[in-house]
């Protein structure tokens, strides 16, 4: 089962609206949801919440450390609690998926990413949980980082905030440790829209008459 919940971003007023802070606003609506609050905890270097749920202890987590250093703190608290890094979810941004979509991963690489790549170096492996929530790609690799720290466009945020409300709808299948259902509901987008029923057929054609015709009349012999 999931025990430790982190979502990435870097800290800050000017970077909180970012497309580089999705994995915060994913723990902030799980927060919500729990009913719990973020506070700083400098021993775990970011903002911490801890939770009960079945009688199993779990934790929210966002490091403050800035993006590059985010395994500093997630390492931290999962070392002094000792929770595995199967244990582990890390909620974040994914270029390579479309805003209002989200991919849900066991291990692989870090794509690149500074705060995996740091997490991968600080717990020594990459067999943790992945939450990849969509912001789209700029369409030119120099752009990615203009991209990723900025705030994305109105239709864009409101496609990711449907995203994000949607994968909260997992939090029961990884609280329980089954990512197969979790998998399935993270997923799933939005339902396809219904088509449109099948026009009737058209009529036959009939005769008519073109305009200033005029009707023969019958005669009578």
Known sequence: MIKLFVGLGNPGPEYESTRHNAGCWWTDALARELKVTLSMDKGYHGLVARTSVHGQTLWLLEPQTFMNLSGKSVAALARFFKIA????????????????????????????????????????????????????????????????????PLDDRIAIDQCVDRCLKAFPAFAKGEMEKATLLVHTSKPPRPHAPKAAPAPEPTATMEPGAITPQRTLS
Do not use: C, F, M
């Open 85 to 152: 890094p199967q244990e582990i979810l890390v909620a974040h941004d994914e270029l390579d998926i479309a805003p209002g979509q989200a991919k849900l991963k066991r291990g692989g690489s870090h794509a690149g990413h500074n705060g995996l790549r740091d997490i991968h170096a600080q717990l020594g492996t990459d067999d943790y949980w992945r939450l990849r929530l969509g912001i789209g790609h700029p369409g030119n690799k120099a752009e990615v980082v203009n991209w990723v720290l900025k705030r994305p």
